[in-house]
């Protein structure tokens, strides 16, 4: 059975910085594109990075620069690590796989159970 399990997150207070990790199992990912979405209270889940096996990557606008993506292809995993968080990343995270690049973007194979990030002010 597969799982994505995510780990971290939590409260913040803005300009302040949080971890995800999210652990995958059940297969071999290291060909897989794995990634991270968020869904806000009262608007859709949208894509906010991805990254692939050799460690190409890809970010939404509103987290360039801000948001780092990487993964550990040994353990399965992938991390996002969050810097000047803004109240406006609030919002469950979700894990994601994919074996297509693109398809991960619109609707990845594998979802995490999400995590919630919450940035105050």
């Known amino acids: 059975q597969v799982q994505l399990v995510e780990s971290g997150g939590g409260l913040v207070q803005a300009g302040g910085s949080l971890r995800l990790s999210c652990a995958a199992s059940?297969?071999?990912?290291?060909?897989?594109?794995m990634g991270w979405f968020r869904q806000a209270p009262g608007k859709e889940r949208e894509f906010i990075s991805v990254?692939?096996?050799?460690?190409?990557?890809d970010y939404a606008e509103s987290v360039r620069g801000r948001f780092t993506i990487s993964r550990d292809n040994a353990k399965d995993t992938v991390y996002l690590q969050m810097n000047s968080l803004k109240v406006e990343d609030t919002a469950v995270y979700y894990c994601?796989?994919?074996?297509?690049?693109?398809?991960?973007?619109?609707?990845?194979?594998?979802w995490g159970q999400g995590k919630q990030v919450t940035v105050s002010s």
């Open positions: 994601a796989a994919d074996r297509d690049w693109y398809d991960f973007q619109s609707a990845p194979d594998y």
């Open positions: 990254i692939n096996w050799i460690g190409s990557t």
């Open positions: 059940g297969r071999t990912f290291n060909r897989y594109m």
